[in-house]
């Protein structure tokens, strides 16, 4: 017997990269973006700017990369605690844990015949996959992976942040203000259509999103900065 090809694309195994490059990019272009239109609105020269530019791309890198790290960390050393756990409780109480998993099955809608031969089936195959998956929740698709989710932040971050420094080095000296404000929102608006892309999601809601809580950022820190005067040395 033959079967047609139903090929269906997915997006759930995209959670873990996906979320790590957006957040750094969208932390990249909001927060250098707004601590160059800070420090502009209070009279800082150009060269200020750059240099404030580039130590905001450095420390906010390095600072994405070890905080994405540290919280990915954490919850794989729970997957892996909770899998350990699970592991024991399968040498010492197998036929306890059989009834926990077809229990599992009979709450998903099984007959109590079919769930009790699903997780005997499953349980032969590989049981603390089984209970990984359906009693805990872990799978392969959405489990943590910390040096990933560092490396992405990081990079994504940087990518992010060389918007408004290269808006900085290729704007005359009098239109680098307006010029990292429109190269912030531009690059902006696409990062949240390319997110949403990826996301299997409206480009233009996506698109806006992301914009309108990086101007409200950006206007916020420029009216900050606004309330200091910087006297140019």
């Given at each position: 017997?033959?079967?047609?090809q139903?090929?269906?694309?997915h997006?759930?195994?995209r959670?873990?990269?996906?979320?790590?490059?957006?957040?750094?990019a969208?932390?990249?272009?909001?927060s250098?973006?707004?601590?160059?239109?800070?420090?502009?609105?209070?009279?800082?020269?150009?060269?200020?700017?750059?240099?404030?530019?580039?130590?905001?791309?450095?420390?906010?890198?390095?600072?994405?990369?070890?905080?994405e790290?540290?919280?990915?960390?954490?919850?794989a050393?729970?997957?892996?605690?909770?899998?350990k756990?699970e592991?024991q409780?399968?040498?010492?109480?197998?036929?306890?844990?059989?009834?926990?998993?077809?229990?599992?099955?009979?709450?998903?809608?099984?007959?109590?015949?079919?769930?009790?031969?699903?997780a005997?089936q499953?349980?032969?195959?590989?049981?603390?996959?089984?209970?990984?998956?359906?009693?805990?929740?872990?799978?392969?698709?959405?489990?943590?992976?910390?040096?990933?989710?560092?490396?992405?932040?990081?990079?994504s971050?940087?990518?992010g942040?060389?918007?408004?420094?290269?808006?900085?080095?290729?704007?005359?000296?009098?239109?680098?203000?307006?010029?990292v404000?429109?190269?912030?929102?531009?690059?902006l608006?696409?990062?949240?259509?390319?997110?949403?892309?990826?996301?299997?999601?409206?480009?233009?809601?996506?698109?806006?999103?992301?914009?309108?809580?990086g101007?409200l950022?950006?206007?916020?820190?420029?009216?900050?900065g606004?309330?200091?005067?910087?006297?140019?040395?």
């Amino acid at each position: 017997m033959s079967y047609s090809q139903h090929p269906e694309q997915h997006f759930i195994h995209r959670t873990g990269w996906l979320r790590a490059s957006v957040l750094g990019a969208n932390d990249g272009i909001i927060s250098v973006t707004s601590l160059v239109m800070g420090m502009a609105a209070s009279g800082a020269s150009t060269h200020t700017l750059l240099i404030t530019c580039i130590a905001g791309l450095i420390s906010g890198a390095t600072s994405m990369a070890a905080g994405e790290y540290i919280s990915v960390k954490s919850q794989a050393d729970i997957e892996e605690a909770d899998l350990k756990f699970e592991a024991q409780e399968l040498d010492r109480n197998p036929h306890l844990e059989l009834k926990e998993l077809t229990q599992i099955y009979i709450h998903r809608g099984l007959s109590p015949e079919l769930a009790h031969e699903v997780a005997v089936q499953l349980t032969a195959k590989d049981a603390l996959a089984a209970h990984a998956r359906d009693e805990i929740g872990i799978v392969d698709a959405t489990s943590a992976k910390p040096i990933q989710a560092a490396l992405y932040s990081a990079l994504s971050f940087s990518m992010g942040a060389l918007f408004p420094t290269l808006s900085i080095l290729f704007t005359p000296e009098q239109y680098i203000e307006s010029s990292v404000i429109i190269v912030g929102v531009i690059s902006l608006a696409l990062l949240g259509a390319l997110s949403s892309y990826y996301a299997g999601t409206s480009l233009w809601k996506g698109s806006l999103r992301v914009t309108m809580s990086g101007i409200l950022a950006m206007a916020f820190s420029s009216w900050i900065g606004s309330l200091f005067q910087v006297t140019p040395l």
